[in-house]
């Protein structure tokens, strides 16, 4: 990026930041507090930065005395695009505007909602926890906005014209605006952070000044402003899209020698190479992490400028990295990129649908890209390549140069990374090879390590970009901050399952959100067809609440766990294997697993005000069970979840047990489950034999049940006539309820599942051997 382009960058990102200075008590309009504030406090001197602050509204630029050139336009022209995709009338709209206003939550008009939820008055930091929506009444008031304008102030100062500075500057405003609205208008929905309003503008703002640069124009006033109505039709932009496949049969491709942390390495190793991907090809196009929109799961989105120097930026670097694939994993991994031109009106959703069918274009470029994944010449070179070495790695499968325990450098390098991921916070790119590293497309490198290894790393010539991990740190050089699911209290499939309660097995869960994709495309829309709530803002919004939820907030969920239907609740024996923008996947002790996916569940609905629910599968395994089969077996369970009308269940163990959520907490869990516990506890002396045979009546009758032999066996279990009574009516209210329930196949099901989960969780040692 030149100079000015990083002016540019900083100015648009602060160009409102005197909305919180006159929320704390400025008498002044936001555009002179913003500047002032700026030039006082900050220590910001520059013109170009103070020019995109003061005059970012039609009013003050009118008359302003600036050259036509200057980038003040630019940043009003983005302002005025990105407050148009934010501010939507309310349906019922009042007038004026309200300092007090708190912000609202996204999800209030997502998927045919009509809530009325709004946030805390708070700032992101790594205490929070107070993250969910609520209808309790929240006034902001002036003390809350004067601390954060001290903390703005305090991070501001010794600013930095350079690239580095602006992620960190990113960083600075999530933290301190992401709860803070953008609007305080009445008439307007407020569900827009005012981070995601900057950061917005900030990218709308460098896709322009590209644009223009590349037509030739330097006129940016006569542009952008007497003729900014025409501008708005002009194809400015481009929304693109890149996605990873082969993730899963990747991730799962590992020894069985600390195969649990080696799981964990590849999928944050993707993760990684995800986002160096991005930042290597923001850097190729001089822009910024204001221009990513999305990023999770093996997928992006970014917000682009439409230049001919662009389009051939992105073919370049989708081959590159596709020829660096099949060098170093085969035919494994394949990236497949897509992009749309739009402009500002589609940005906007004009005409009606225009945004949406961005999306849709985006999509089946894509998915033509990945049907048809290599040129002949590709594939001639694949086929005829020379292996570097005669032997085969035991882990991989790639012929290469192995070492003394047949392992290719790749997966020797994984392996030793796999504590680091755990217990390391800081994750640094290098343009060498060091010993140990990670392999990254472009001739980078990943190493891992603590604050004072990074430091010296930095001052090295090979350095280039590092990577924080769920930790806000601002400076010159701190790059990328990532939220990730790490979250662990274990290293071994064995540990786990020593962990577990009764039956000592691991639990596997693979999860994700239902009808995501369709969400993106139409959740927006309302039921009467009103989509003027489709915009880009409201998109990048629900995609980072949900990343923050599945990256960030997951650890809290796992930390103090609720549920104990199967496990005391508190600190859960699981570790995060991954947990991306929409989707999970959890090892731990069988039981916990269990008790952790009715926490999620029960945590998404409250986060998301019921607009979204998560279907998954859980499968229970010894431990030394081979990885990629329970990866394999799990997927089927989720499929099968997935399949549930309307979706929103969980399949236990096995393709029969798939309930929808409601049934297999109430009917499963609260009643059969409860009825079997209950009455064994209460008895002295009957052991789970019986039971076993009940089960095997039950199970092996598809339609018709053997009543004479089911209701001998239950007679055989009633409590002697001199036993206690709380014994008898214990027995009483069992054996009606089990009589009952035999009747038909499906209540019958549910009892099976029911039984399972008690036998599993009493299973005491001897039974174990």
Not at 56 to 62: D, F, I, V
Not at 435 to 456: C, D, I, M, T
Request: proline share 2%.
């Amino acid at each position: 990026m030149t100079e000015k382009q990083i002016k540019l960058a900083i100015g648009s990102m602060l160009h409102d930041i005197g909305k919180v200075v006159y929320r704390s008590g400025d008498g002044r309009n936001h555009s002179q507090s913003g500047a002032a504030f700026l030039k006082a406090e900050a220590g910001i001197q520059d013109d170009v930065i103070l020019n995109c602050v003061y005059f970012h509204h039609g009013s003050y630029l009118k008359n302003a005395p600036i050259p036509q050139d200057d980038y003040a336009y630019i940043t009003y022209y983005a302002d005025n695009i990105a407050a148009a995709a934010d501010r939507r009338e309310r349906q019922e709209a009042e007038d004026g505007f309200d300092r007090q206003v708190p912000l609202d939550s996204v999800f209030n008009i997502l998927n045919g909602n009509q809530g009325h939820s709004h946030y805390a008055m708070q700032i992101l930091n790594d205490e929070l926890e107070d993250v969910y929506p609520t209808e309790e009444k929240v006034k902001m008031n002036a003390d809350f906005y004067t601390n954060v304008v001290r903390n703005m102030k305090d991070n501001l100062k010794g600013i930095y014209y350079s690239e580095e500075y602006l992620n960190s500057l990113l960083s600075i405003l999530e933290a301190n605006l992401s709860y803070i609205p953008s609007s305080t208008s009445r008439r307007e929905l407020a569900d827009i952070s005012l981070y995601d309003h900057l950061k917005i503008t900030a990218a709308i703002a460098l896709c322009v000044e590209q644009y223009l640069a590349d037509q030739g124009e330097c006129f940016y006033k006569e542009k952008l402003f007497d003729k900014a109505d025409k501008a708005y039709s002009e194809k400015m932009f481009l929304l693109y899209s890149m996605d990873i496949s082969g993730i899963q049969d990747f991730i799962y491709t590992i020894s069985s020698k600390g195969a649990l942390r080696g799981l964990r390495a590849r999928s944050f190793y993707l993760e990684i190479l995800m986002e160096h991907m991005i930042d290597e090809l923001l850097g190729k196009l001089s822009l910024c992490r204001a221009n990513l929109i999305y990023s999770g799961g093996g997928h992006c989105y970014l917000l682009l400028p439409n230049t001919k120097t662009v389009c051939q930026v992105l073919e370049d670097q989708e081959k590159s990295v596709n020829r660096w694939f099949l060098d170093t994993y085969g035919n494994a991994l394949y990236v497949a990129g897509g992009y749309a031109p739009c402009s500002a009106k589609d940005l906007q959703n004009e005409p009606a649908g225009s945004y949406s069918e961005l999306y849709r274009e985006i999509s089946r470029i894509i998915s033509k890209k990945k049907g048809h994944r290599y040129e002949a010449e590709e594939i001639i070179a694949l086929n005829a390549a020379r292996h570097k070495g005669e032997r085969e790695c035991s882990i991989c499968r790639r012929m290469g140069k192995i070492d003394e325990e047949n392992r290719c450098p790749v997966c020797a390098a994984m392996e030793q990374m796999a504590s680091s991921v755990l217990y390391q916070d800081f994750f640094t790119v290098l343009d060498r090879f060091e010993e140990g590293s990670l392999p990254l497309p472009g001739g980078k490198y990943l190493v891992a390590g603590h604050k004072q290894q990074l430091l010296k790393r930095m001052e090295s010539e090979s350095y280039v970009r590092s990577y924080t991990k769920n930790e806000i740190y601002t400076g010159k050089h701190v790059t990328t901050k990532l939220w990730i699911g790490d979250y662990t209290t274990g290293d071994s499939f064995e540990e786990f399952a020593q962990k577990a309660k009764g039956v000592k097995r691991v639990g596997i869960l693979r999860a994700d959100v239902d009808n995501l994709g369709n969400t993106f495309v139409n959740g927006f829309q309302r039921t009467n067809g009103d989509d003027r709530y489709v915009t880009l803002s409201r998109t990048a919004a629900l995609s980072r609440q949900l990343s923050m939820f599945f990256k960030k907030h997951i650890n809290g969920l796992l930390e103090r766990g609720q549920s104990h239907y199967l496990s005391s609740g508190g600190k859960r024996n699981i570790t995060i294997v991954y947990s991306g923008g929409d989707d999970v996947f959890l090892v731990g002790a069988w039981n916990e697993v269990i008790d952790a996916f009715i926490d999620l569940h029960r945590a998404l609905n409250r986060f998301t005000q019921g607009t979204l629910t998560i279907s998954g599968g859980i499968g229970i395994y010894p431990s030394g069970y081979p990885v990629n089969v329970m990866a394999k077996e799990v997927a089927a369970l989720e499929e099968r979840a997935k399949e549930h009308d309307g979706k929103n269940a969980v399949t236990v163990f096995e393709e029969k047990g798939m309930y929808g959520w409601d049934c297999f907490i109430k009917d499963v869990l609260e009643e059969k489950f409860r009825l079997t516990d209950t009455f064994f506890t209460v008895s002295e002396n009957h052991g789970k034999a019986f039971l076993y045979h009940l089960l095997e009546l039950l199970r092996d009758s598809e339609e018709k049940i053997n009543t004479a032999r089911y209701v001998y066996l239950l007679s055989r279990m009633e409590p002697d006539a001199g036993g206690k009574e709380e014994q008898r009516e214990a027995y009483r209210h069992f054996s009606g309820k089990m009589y009952e329930w035999r009747t038909t196949p499906e209540v019958r099901r549910r009892l099976i599942t029911a039984i399972y989960l008690y036998v599993y969780l009493t299973r005491d040692e001897e039974e174990n051997q």
